[in-house]
């Protein structure tokens, strides 16, 4: 059983013997030919990673020493970590053990093999082990096994990211142990082998901990979803690369146990086919390596779904005309629960928008109707919809059906949608809804009870939603919505509350930290309610609020979280503690050269990087140096040295050292000239628009350069942003003087100029006063109002150094369009040294904003920042509506018509109509109110009115505070009687192929005011599509075109006048007569006779459906112009008359009794003709498309 163990050390040591000396091989074959390849005879060097060998394989045959520990190395910050431990604990033993004399060996005894540990003469150890029969031939395998290799580390970076040079054989630069096994005896033969299995503590890949990229986020998956997988995504950066583990309800998943559902695609966890009862919950991801682990944040995975309606018939739904009224969505089961809700009218998509007087809420569903009309009847159908699984299903319909009354009533305003008590977050967006049923419709209207609405808020759906953007927690409070109309009012109102998710105000960041040193970790964040914090350590949870460190431990370092939360979310900081101890080292920091100027002030510092804290001590070339009233070491180790002289300059070395070792590094200090300023700036004053130069010299260290820096009221000037106005004159290098161009009231201030070289730096400074324009006033408020007058108070503003002599006070309302307006005021001229005003003839109940100028002797300045916006109060209007009429409308019917008054002469809220009436021969006056501002007509229906009735109307305009002035009265004749009879006795002809003639017996009713003939095809059209002419009512006949030709027409005619349209008369058939022929005559022959010409043409043959030819039409005109000589003949010939020089057009074509056809044509100039091309109809055609083109 020993051999067999032995044997397999043997083949474990051949294993990774080989296959490391390949891989080092390889790169040996690129090394420079005098890299070293071995140390000296009988010490065998093993190239192999010590974290292989040594802390996985060593350890577990020897026992480790509880005082054994390693230490970090300085250029190698990294501290023992979760995971195996960077060293053996064996080969560090002798670190905790007392000291021994050298070369004493240090006995550790274990069967079969006896190993001592011996510290070098480099200060590390070896472990000399005396070989039995199986590691003698695991010593021949190696030793024959393979070739010796050299190679060299690659460069690796640190903590910080700075890439550490190392060699395998060249002593390190710093202090560092060397670990090597001496196995005893050893034969010349074997050298090589040893030289290769020396081992070394590597430096571990400078690395840091995990730090999320991507973390999960709350997942819906729609459960009809095609694809059939989710995907929670998790991504951490770390060195080395992270792994990943993932946590559901708490419980870590066992991605090996149910590989049918979960796969790792690297850090994201990827679910297939997933099952609501076993992967709906909260997940969160598990991020770690050998720095430490960190937790991200949960995120939850739903399952949405959004089933249909129910199957079942709504009920018809039967309201009285001007009653509100309520459809029920009664949305069906669902998850999530946010929806979003339409309605639709009789047929998709035919939405509902919704308006002043129809709501859909959005958070029922349902529809109101503030007041229901005739024209509300239909089958309405809820949709509802999903934004988180894109899905929409429908209601059944419900059918609205409205009872007409014969006096519709009013109802007062009642409140059915109220918004609740509601929290809401800071940053988000919330809606509160508020509607109401009555008749007139409510006006709706928002305010907060304590206090004015935000600013940032919107009154949106016709005033049903108010609107807060961005919520702030000044906000919070009760709002309160009112409804009226002129029958009454209602009230509610409701508390928002404004809470906040939590937010850092201090939190960790990663951090180094000596060993034994304290520390503290906390963390504070805001939030409502307050948050919690708790913490995690490599994701296992820590107690205390803080993380409190008094003597520092390697076992302190890892990952932290700090986690906040309330109930509206949860935040994370993480961060990586490290803790080390090493020698001081200057490497990375060592003393500088410094220049300082004479009498001046200089700071060497010493910053080596030593754990504990190193104490420091400095020398000037070979003096010791100690705190003096011109030297002091700060307890940071940095050298002060206070009016500094030419004897100061020379070479300075500061001494570090702790328990572990000493260092030193050596600077120097170079003494210059000082920097003095020689022109100083001086005071100036200008006017707005002038230029300004401020001067500026200096005297330096001829060996260094300077530069001038400018700054106005302490901040530095761009010269480059600003060069509009701002200009460096170059006059050489040690004068900065600086132009101010075009100089601005906002240039004023105190300009300082600073002279700065490498060294030192000087300032000097002076004042710029530039006089302008005032500044804008501020303050303004209203203090006092009333219908027509407004009192305005203000502060004043900045007089930029010249006296104001007056102020102007402009205003703009809701109907000027932005538009600014010069007030009227009282007194008319502002004085400068006033601070109130009242504007005066202002218009009442109107919404106004103002503002205030000011004016000096240099100019008019900057408006104040606008008022809030103040409404007057209201009063009695005093403006009649306009164009008042009417008359006509159905049978019974009195129609009165007006133009509506414009809203800016409401003068007061619940604005309306007092409409007036009487026959002209009656005394009492019917008087109808009309509560719709925008209404500007009013039906009277009466049974008992006579037709044609003459009336006398007047309006006038009310509002809360009483009525205004009537307008005109009017005359104007109720609707005349209904046309009862029908035309008699319609009779009519085809005229041509498009064309027909009808006459009937008029109507002996005295009140119809004209006829209505309707035409259409018998077979190939419908009644719905037919043609109309309108005809006076004197006349009893007409003519109708546009016809189809050999079509079979049906005609009725009906009288009509403003109370409608009579019966129709029989109808009439009529068929239009065949078209006429569509091919022109060709003519064959021009022959000239003295003073005539004989035309000559072949005849038209026409086809089937053509109307037979009558005879031909011939025009004789001059050309360019459209009439002339027309003959008819029925011969195919004609003689005309010639006339010298000039040019005429003999047109032929051929006429039936379905009209004209085509045109041939000629031209005949003096004593000759020139024949044109016959032209058809579809010439003709193409003609008329070519001008059309052209």
Request: some cysteine.
């Amino acid at each position: 059983m020993r051999l067999f163990s032995h044997a397999f050390i043997c083949a474990f040591l051949i294993a990774a013997a080989r296959g490391h000396s390949s891989r080092k091989a390889a790169r040996a074959r690129t090394a420079p030919p005098s890299q070293p390849t071995g140390g000296t005879s009988g010490t065998a060097r093993l190239s192999l990673p010590l974290a292989v060998l040594g802390c996985q394989f060593l350890p577990r045959l020897l026992p480790e020493r509880p005082a054994a520990r390693c230490r970090s190395r300085c250029e190698r910050p990294s501290a023992r970590r979760n995971g195996p431990p960077p060293c053996p604990p064996l080969l560090c033993a002798h670190q905790a053990r007392p000291p021994r004399k050298e070369n004493q060996a240090v006995p550790l005894m274990f069967h079969p093999l006896s190993v001592e540990l011996k510290p070098l003469p480099s200060g590390g150890c070896h472990v000399d082990i005396m070989p039995n029969l199986s590691l003698l031939l695991c010593l021949l395998l190696l030793l024959f096994g393979s070739p010796a290799d050299t190679s060299a580390h690659e460069e690796q970076p640190d903590f910080f990211g700075v890439p550490l040079k190392k060699t395998s054989d060249n002593p390190p630069s710093f202090p560092e142990q060397i670990f090597s096994l001496n196995l005893a005896p050893v034969s010349p033969a074997g050298a090589s082998f040893f030289r290769r299995f020396q081992f070394e503590p590597s430096d571990e890949a400078a690395g840091y901990g995990p730090i999320f990229e991507e973390q999960p986020v709350d997942t819906i998956y729609p459960e009809e979803s095609p694809e059939d997988k989710i995907t929670m995504i998790c991504r951490a950066r770390a060195s080395p690369p992270a792994t990943y583990k993932w946590i559901l309800d708490g419980a870590e998943i066992d991605l090996s146990a149910d590989r049918k559902h979960y796969a790792l695609s690297e850090g994201n966890l990827v679910i297939s086919e997933p099952v609501k009862n076993k992967h709906e919950g909260r997940y969160s991801c598990l991020a770690g390596n050998t720095h430490g682990t960190v937790v991200s944040r949960e995120a939850s995975v739903q399952f949405g779904y959004l089933d249909l309606f129910s199957s079942e018939e709504r009920e018809s739904v039967y309201v009285k005309e001007g009653q509100g009224a309520v459809l029920l969505c009664a949305p069906p089961p669902h998850h999530p629960a946010d929806l979003s809700f339409r309605w639709i009218l009789n047929e998709f998509p035919t939405f509902i928008p919704p308006d002043k007087r129809r709501f859909i809420s959005q958070i029922t569903g349902n529809l109101y109707i503030s007041k229901v009309e005739a024209s509300d009847s239909g089958n309405y159908s809820c949709i509802a919809s999903s934004a988180s699984i894109s899905k929409s299903v429908f209601s059944n319909y419900i059918p609205l059906v409205p009872l007409t009354e014969r006096a519709i009533r009013k109802y007062p305003a009642d409140l059915n949608v109220k918004f609740p008590d509601t929290t809401t977050l800071a940053g988000h967006n919330i809606t509160l809804e508020c509607f109401a049923l009555g008749n007139p419709v409510p006006e709706i209207r928002w305010r907060k009870l304590n206090g004015e609405l935000p600013p940032n808020h919107e009154v949106r759906m016709a005033g049903a939603h108010l609107h807060l953007y961005n919520v702030r927690s000044e906000d919070s409070g009760s709002y309160q919505c009112e409804a009226a109309n002129s029958k009454g009012k209602d009230y509610h109102s409701a508390h928002l509350s404004v809470e906040a998710f939590p937010e850092w105000v201090e939190h960790i960041s990663s951090a180094e930290r000596d060993l034994g040193s304290a520390y503290t970790m906390s963390c504070l964040a805001r939030g409502k309610p307050k948050p919690r914090i708790r913490w995690l350590k490599n994701g296992e949870p820590l107690d205390g609020k803080e993380m409190v460190f008094r003597n520092l431990t390697f076992e302190d370092s890892g990952m932290y979280q700090c986690i906040a939360e309330n109930p509206h979310g949860v935040i994370f900081a993480n961060a990586e503690l490290r803790v080390f101890d090493c020698a001081p080292t200057f490497e990375r920091n060592p003393v500088k050269h410094v220049l300082a100027p004479r009498n001046g002030r200089v700071v060497m510092e010493c910053r080596p990087k030593a754990a504990p804290k190193p104490k420091v001590s400095w020398s000037k070339d070979t003096e010791l140096l100690s705190n003096s009233s011109r030297m002091f070491i700060w307890e940071d180790g940095s050298l002060e040295i206070l009016n500094v002289t030419r004897t100061d300059e020379g070479r300075y070395t500061c001494f570090a050292h702790n328990n572990l070792g000493k260092a030193n590094s050596t600077g120097s200090l170079t003494v210059t000239d000082s920097t003095k300023i020689t022109l100083a700036p001086s005071n100036a004053d200008v006017k707005v628009g002038e230029n300004a130069r401020m001067q500026c010299g200096a005297s330096h260290d001829s060996s260094l350069d300077i530069a001038f820096i400018w700054s106005l009221d302490g901040r530095v000037i761009d010269l480059d942003k600003d060069a509009q106005h701002y200009e460096r004159t170059l006059n050489g290098s040690s004068d900065g003087e600086l132009l101010i161009k075009n100089a601005q009231l906002k240039h004023a201030g105190i300009y300082s100029c600073t002279a700065q070289t490498p060294v030192d730096n000087v300032t000097s400074s002076a004042s710029l006063v530039v006089r302008g324009p005032p500044g804008a006033p501020a303050g303004l408020r209203v203090t006092d109002k009333s219908n027509k007058n407004v009192t305005l108070q203000w502060s004043r503003g900045a007089d930029n150094h010249s006296p104001i002599s007056k102020y102007t006070i402009q205003y703009r309302d809701g109907f000027s369009r932005d538009v600014w307006k010069n007030a009227a005021t009282s007194p008319a001229d502002i004085e400068g040294n006033a601070e109130t005003a009242t504007v005066v003839d202002l218009v009442p109940w109107t919404e106004y904003e103002f503002r205030v100028i000011a004016t000096n002797t240099l100019g008019t300045g900057t408006p104040s920042v606008p008022s809030l916006k103040e409404k007057t109060l209201a009063s009695s209007p005093v403006v009649a509506p306009s164009d008042v009429g009417g008359g006509g409308g159905t049978n019974r019917e009195l129609t009165i018509t007006w133009t509506p008054v414009q809203e800016q002469y409401y003068y007061g809220p619940y604005f309306g109509y007092i409409v007036a009436f009487k026959p002209r021969a009656g005394v009492e006056w019917t008087q109808v109110t009309v509560s719709d501002p925008r209404a500007g007509r009013y039906v009277h229906r009466d049974p008992s009115i006579a037709p044609a009735t003459e009336f006398v109307v007047k309006i006038q305009a009310y509002n809360s505070k009483g009525e205004g002035p009537y307008s005109l009265p009017q005359t104007i004749f109720s609707a005349q009687d209904a046309i009862t009879d029908a035309p008699g006795s319609i009779d009519g002809k085809a005229l041509s192929a498009t064309e027909a003639v009808l006459w009937w017996f008029p109507i002996s009713q005295s009140n119809i005011d004209g006829y209505q003939v309707k035409y259409w095809r018998k077979q190939e059209d419908s009644e719905g599509g037919a043609h109309k002419v309108v005809v006076s009512g004197k006349e009893n006949h007409t003519r109708v075109d546009g016809m189809k030709p050999d079509s079979l027409y049906l005609i009725e005619i009906r009288g009509y006048n403003s109370a409608g349209y009579g019966p129709a008369s029989e109808r009439l058939e009529i068929h239009t007569k065949k078209p006429p022929p569509g091919q022109a005559p060709r003519i064959i022959s021009k022959k000239l006779k003295g003073k005539s010409v004989n035309v000559a043409w072949e005849h038209v043959e026409t086809l089937a459906n053509e109307a037979p030819v009558d005879g031909y039409k011939v025009l004789y005109r001059p050309q360019g112009q459209s009439t002339g000589t027309l003959y008819m003949t029925k011969w195919r010939h004609i003689e005309l008359p010639l006339f010298e020089n000039e040019t005429y057009v003999v047109e032929v074509r051929a006429y039936t009794e379905g009209g004209d056809g085509a045109v041939s044509q000629i031209f005949i100039t003096g004593g000759s003709a020139t024949a044109a091309r016959p032209l058809s109809a579809l010439g003709l055609l193409l003609v008329a498309v070519l001008c059309l083109n052209l």
